[in-house]
C-alpha cells in the first residue's frame, strides 16, 4: 500500500512563504508523475502542480511564477515551495501519486493565509 505523508503547512501572513513536503513509502521513479492538488473551503480539489517522472511539470495558471515543484529521487519526496502567498490559496494540499491507472492521495496539510 503505498502511503504519501504531507507536511509544511502552517499560518503564514500574505506576502510569505511556505515550502510543503510529500514523503512517499516507496521510490518515486514507479510513478509516471506526482503533484499537488487543494480544496478550499466549498470548493472543489484543484491541480496546483505536477512533475513527471521525466522532470516535465506543469502549473495552475494563478499559481505560475510564485509555487515551484521538485523532486529528491532519493529521498522519495516532492516538494512545493509556494512564495508571495495570497489569502486565495488558504486550502487544504494534497500530495498526489498516479501510476497507470491507480491514484494515490496523502490526507492533507492545511495552509492558511491570513494576517
Known amino acids: 500500500q503505498v502511503q504519501l505523508v504531507e507536511s509544511g503547512g502552517g499560518l503564514v501572513q500574505p506576502g510569505g512563504s511556505l515550502r510543503l513536503s510529500c514523503a512517499a513509502s516507496?521510490?518515486?521513479?514507479?510513478?509516471?508523475?506526482m503533484g499537488w492538488y487543494r480544496q478550499a473551503p466549498g470548493k472543489q480539489r484543484e491541480l496546483v502542480a505536477t512533475i513527471t517522472s521525466g522532470g516535465n511539470t506543469n502549473y495552475v495558471n494563478s499559481v505560475l511564477g510564485r509555487f515551484t515543484i521538485s523532486r529528491d529521487n532519493a529521498k522519495n519526496t516532492v516538494y512545493l515551495q509556494m512564495n508571495s502567498l495570497k489569502p486565495e490559496d488558504t486550502a487544504v494540499y494534497y500530495c498526489?501519486?498516479?501510476?497507470?491507472?491507480?491514484?494515490?492521495w496523502g490526507k492533507g496539510t492545511l495552509v492558511t493565509v491570513s494576517s
Open positions: 498526489n501519486a498516479a501510476r497507470d491507472l491507480w491514484d494515490y
Open positions: 516507496e521510490t518515486i521513479f514507479s510513478f509516471n508523475s
